[in-house]
DNA sequence: CTTGTTGGTCAACGCTTGTTGGCAAATGTA
DNA sequence: TACATTTGCCAACAAGCGTTGACCAACAAG
């Protein structure tokens, strides 16, 4: 029988354990829950199906560990105030082309209720804290930190799910230009 | 045979052809696409799942005449040009909150690339002229029209998709304080 | 060498999906 | 009345899905 200690060696299935995450968070990302098969995801990994079972039990135990995530955030006590606005908005361009997790998010928040939830409970908890440090009155805090997170999905839905064209067209600093005054001005702005 | 003439006199089928839209608007806009099937959208409006193949042709065509859908902008011209972002931003609240056609395509968009063509060309030939009309440099304008789509498209996404709940308890009327100058400097201001 | 564990394949299960064609009743038309 | 069209239900198809359990090869421990 398995270890029950966490802290187990290195096992020689761990690779293979990486791959399926791989694969998964790639179908994930670019096709949604339903779209992303098991089967397809196995393919892609170069396994058989029932590996994916093994290891994770189901799909939406396969989901769960594939959309672990930590968004990184930057912290922002050390910044001017008045940057706060451009940095975050690189900083989410970044994650949000460094890897699937965020797209895969995206993409399965909407038609997924553990999606959704997930996707409720990263912003709630890595978001929050920082629109807290930034704004008037933190007990504001969730609703400016939800307020910054519908313009910053807004561009990731524009930019990376639905590409409408003027918007895959825009630079990185273009972008940044047109979003920061934004994100800036819902988390520090007075209520208006 | 059918009359090839487009304006043949009402059939009695027009109520189930009816009954069939509604109910796959709800389905889509509440499920998505691939959950949104064919069976479910003939129980609900009440009659057999062939007969939507045999009025629809597809999965694809009912989708198509479902998502079928005015935005009913209102005319910018008459307005002050300063009101403009406030006026834009109510009445996307109106028409979401309206009916389901707009969930239905948000939802569907996300993961189905005729979704996501569809809702292209209804922002782009809808809310492209309005820009054209508000922006400083007119060749500019779909790039507005799109940064302006991004935050209404992240606050529905927010609000009525993945219900963050700082988002849900909102008034309508904090919305569009919060959102108006928003989506007024995307439209009107000088490129930064 | 034997034995137990791990990593992996294979074949199948029960179910749901979109889709099709045949048939019966209602309706319209002569 | 007789016929043609429309409207609808029913039963089935082939394909794909998530999931399961039996089985085999490689490896590690004794």
Redesign the interface.
């Known amino acids: 029988m398995t270890t029950d200690a966490p802290a187990a060696g290195p096992r020689r299935s761990d690779a293979t354990k990486a791959a399926i995450l791989e694969a998964a968070r790639e179908r994930f990302a670019a096709?949604?829950y339903?779209?992303a098969t098991i089967r397809a995801i196995a393919r892609d990994a170069g396994i058989d199906p029932s590996m994916v079972m093994r290891y994770y039990g189901n799909k939406e135990g396969l989901f769960a560990a594939a959309s672990e995530l930590d968004l990184r955030l930057p912290d922002v006590g050390a910044l001017p105030d008045k940057h706060i606005g451009a940095v975050l908005v690189t900083h989410f361009l970044d994650r949000w082309e460094g890897d699937d997790v965020l797209t895969a998010m995206?993409?399965v928040?909407?038609?997924n209720p553990a999606g959704?939830e997930r996707?409720?409970a990263v912003?709630?908890e890595q978001l929050g804290p920082i629109a807290a440090g930034l704004c008037p009155d933190p007990a504001d805090a969730?609703?400016r930190?939800?307020?910054a997170?519908?313009?910053?999905?807004?561009?990731a839905?524009?930019?990376y799910?639905?590409?409408?064209?003027?918007?895959v067209?825009?630079t990185r600093e273009e972008v940044v230009?047109?979003l920061a005054?934004?994100v800036q001005?819902?988390l520090t702005a007075e209520t208006?």
């Open positions: 096709d949604g339903e779209r995206l993409r928040g909407v038609t959704a996707m409720r912003l709630g969730p609703r930190a939800a307020l997170a519908s313009q910053i999905l807004g561009m839905l524009a930019r799910v639905l590409k409408f064209p003027p918007v067209e825009m230009a047109w005054p934004t001005r819902y208006p």
